[in-house]
């Protein structure tokens, strides 16, 4: 086994119990699902495993969130699994277009160059559309109105382990504002000009940039270059004030104003990364070891016996301990002074 320099299993959660619905201590806390109708299966191979593992003691409600409306079938299916609240909410048209200072032939020139390379989602224009909401306009969305914390959920992804405690409280308590199971490395086809775009907004606004940044997680050159390091944000527990703050939001419209969303392919996880990286401290941010979750090809298992004894999952294999991961890099971090 590789030696992996592992964190002291967070079962300092464990002792938090569920808050009953009506008290007012509850953790405004929600689940945030963006998701096409014809995904509604694997979406609910996802929330059967979550309301199992973790939701049906804590009763966090749920909002979904599409570019069309949801069918009817798709709500009454989603009401069989989970006793929480449910909303439903559609998408403005101005969250999931293209800018009018988009240039559609550069985007179709840069969508070819990423064909011919056979880069994953090269060609998809509604990836982009995703990867672009994701980035600046979930948080906005009226149906998140009044809650303090989210937590992203896609379909087809597993929960492999019991959480026997809040991860939301777990986040308030302790003042955090972005929370992940996954770290890995970026295609870096993706994300051409993203760096270097990056720091022609901190150049512009060094007043956004926090002073014990994490900075250098993302990059191993001081700044010249990008190492691709990224959080996958299909699962995610943060803040919502965060994405809602003038530096994210201003650090958003620049991106947005270049047009790599579109010309390139800029994911939201790198995305949301970088804005991590640049205006939180590394105390601010939890790697959720003990959440056992799988996407596609890369899982999160704790390594801890104890946690092993509740999860259907093998440690070994689990990507912090590979090099695709950036986790290590992320726990190897000084702690700001
Ligand atoms: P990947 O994880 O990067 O391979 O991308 P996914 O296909 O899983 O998409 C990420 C998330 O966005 C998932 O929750 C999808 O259900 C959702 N999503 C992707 N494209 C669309 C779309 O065109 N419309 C809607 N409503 N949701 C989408
Ligand atoms: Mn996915």
Request: net charge negative; charged share 25%.
């Amino acid at each position: 086994t590789p030696d992996v320099p592992f964190l002291t299993p967070p079962t300092a959660g464990a002792h938090i119990p569920p808050v009953p619905l009506d008290q007012p201590e509850r953790v405004k806390g929600v689940f945030v699902v963006l998701v096409r109708n014809k995904e509604l299966h694997e979406l609910r191979w996802s929330l059967r495993q979550l309301e199992d593992r973790f939701n049906h003691k804590y009763n966090y409600p749920y909002v979904f969130l599409n570019d069309r409306p949801f069918t009817d079938e798709f709500k009454n299916t989603i009401s069989w699994i989970t006793k929480a609240n449910v909303s439903f909410g559609l998408i403005p048209q101005e969250h999931w277009s293209l800018p009018e200072w988009i240039d559609r032939y550069k985007m179709l020139e840069g969508m070819n160059d990423l064909v011919k390379k056979q880069i994953i989602y090269g060609a998809n224009l509604s990836y982009r559309h995703m990867c672009r909401f994701n980035s600046g306009y979930f948080f906005h969305h009226p149906l998140l109105d009044g809650y303090d914390y989210y937590w992203r959920v896609e379909p087809d992804v597993q929960f492999t382990c019991d959480i026997d405690y809040d991860p939301f409280r777990y986040m308030q308590e302790r003042d955090l504002k972005y929370g992940f199971t996954i770290s890995l490395h970026e295609i870096p086809e993706t994300v051409p000009t993203l760096w270097e775009t990056t720091r022609k907004f901190m150049k512009k606004h060094p007043e956004y940039v926090e002073q014990h940044n994490t900075l250098d997680w993302v990059s191993a050159d001081e700044g010249r270059s990008y190492n691709m390091c990224h959080f996958w944000s299909n699962f995610e527990i943060g803040k919502l004030d965060f994405f809602r703050s003038e530096r994210y939001q201003k650090y958003f419209d620049y991106l947005d104003q270049e047009g790599g969303f579109f010309y390139e392919r800029w994911g939201d996880a790198p995305v949301h990364s970088l804005a991590v990286a640049m205006f939180l401290r590394k105390e601010e941010v939890h790697w959720f070891q003990d959440i056992g979750y799988v996407h596609t090809v890369a899982h999160n298992c704790p390594s801890d016996k104890e946690m092993q004894k509740k999860c259907h999952c093998n440690p070994e294999t689990s990507i912090d301990r590979s090099e695709y991961s950036c986790t290590r890099r992320w726990v190897n971090l000084p702690a700001s002074p």
